[in-house]
C-alpha cells in the first residue's frame, strides 16, 4: 500500500514542478528590445516577438510572434523634394494597403510631434482570410528621411496588443 501513496505522491510533485517550469518559461522580460541601424534611426520592440526576415521587403526592422499573431516592422525611405510629400507618401502608403484588405476602415487619424519629429499615426482595420485586423501606423517627417513604423494583430486581441504596438510605433528616435 506505501507503494501506491510513494507513487502518488511523486506523480503529484512532478506534476507540481512541471506545472512551475511551465509558468516560468512562459514569462516574457519586460525589457524591450532595440534595433539601431547604422546611420538612421532605433526604434524598440516587445521582448515576445522575435527577428524575422518575411514580413515587408523593405523593412529593416522585421519581428513577429506567430503563436500571438502579433507583427512589427520599420523602415525608412527617401525624401522628394515636394513640401507636400509627406502627406502624399502617407497616403499612398496606406492607399496600397488597403488594396489588399477588404473593408478597409480608418479608425483615426492624427498628427502631433514624437521625439522632435512630426508624426502622422493611422489606426485601420480591415478584414484578410476572415480575420479582422488591426494596423497601427506611423509616418515620421525626418531631417532627410521618411521613417515608417506598423503593427498589427487581430483586432479581437486589442486590448491584449495595441499598448505594446502603439509604444513600439511611437519609440522610434532620428540619429
Same mark, same amino acid.
Given at each position: 500500500?506505501?507503494?501506491? !501513496?510513494?507513487?502518488?505522491?511523486? %506523480?503529484? $510533485?512532478?506534476?507540481?514542478?512541471?506545472?512551475?517550469?511551465?509558468? =516560468?518559461?512562459?514569462?516574457?522580460?519586460?525589457?524591450?528590445?532595440?534595433?539601431?541601424?547604422?546611420?538612421?534611426?532605433?526604434?524598440? +520592440?516587445?521582448?515576445?516577438?522575435? %527577428?524575422?526576415?518575411?514580413?515587408?521587403?523593405?523593412?529593416?526592422?522585421?519581428?513577429?510572434?506567430?503563436?500571438?499573431? !502579433?507583427?512589427?516592422?520599420?523602415?525608412?525611405?527617401?525624401?522628394?523634394?515636394?513640401?507636400?510629400?509627406?502627406?502624399?507618401?502617407?497616403?499612398?502608403?496606406?492607399?496600397?494597403?488597403?488594396?489588399?484588405?477588404?473593408?478597409?476602415? !480608418?479608425?483615426?487619424?492624427?498628427?502631433?510631434?514624437?521625439?522632435?519629429?512630426? =508624426? &502622422?499615426?493611422?489606426? *485601420?482595420?480591415?478584414?484578410?482570410?476572415?480575420?479582422?485586423?488591426?494596423? =497601427?501606423?506611423?509616418?515620421?517627417?525626418?531631417?532627410? %528621411? +521618411? $521613417?515608417?513604423?506598423?503593427?498589427?494583430?487581430?483586432?479581437?486581441?486589442?486590448?491584449?496588443?495595441?499598448?505594446?504596438?502603439?509604444?513600439?510605433? &511611437?519609440? *522610434? !528616435?532620428?540619429?
Amino acid at each position: 500500500m506505501s507503494f501506491n !501513496i510513494n507513487t502518488m505522491n511523486l %506523480k503529484l $510533485y512532478t506534476i507540481t514542478m512541471l506545472s512551475i517550469l511551465g509558468m =516560468v518559461a512562459c514569462k516574457y522580460s519586460d525589457k524591450y528590445k532595440k534595433f539601431t541601424s547604422a546611420h538612421d534611426f532605433s526604434v524598440e +520592440y516587445p521582448p515576445y516577438l522575435q %527577428k524575422s526576415n518575411n514580413l515587408h521587403p523593405s523593412a529593416l526592422v522585421q519581428a513577429k510572434n506567430d503563436y500571438r499573431d !502579433i507583427y512589427f516592422v520599420a523602415g525608412l525611405y527617401d525624401k522628394g523634394t515636394d513640401s507636400n510629400a509627406f502627406n502624399t507618401f502617407c497616403d499612398t502608403t496606406i492607399q496600397n494597403l488597403e488594396k489588399f484588405i477588404r473593408e478597409p476602415l !480608418i479608425e483615426k487619424d492624427s498628427s502631433f510631434t514624437l521625439n522632435n519629429l512630426p =508624426v &502622422r499615426e493611422i489606426l *485601420l482595420t480591415g478584414t484578410i482570410e476572415e480575420k479582422r485586423i488591426l494596423y =497601427v501606423i506611423n509616418f515620421y517627417n525626418g531631417r532627410d %528621411k +521618411y $521613417y515608417q513604423t506598423c503593427g498589427w494583430f487581430f483586432r479581437s486581441k486589442r486590448n491584449l496588443w495595441e499598448n505594446d504596438i502603439k509604444k513600439s510605433c &511611437r519609440s *522610434l !528616435i532620428e540619429l
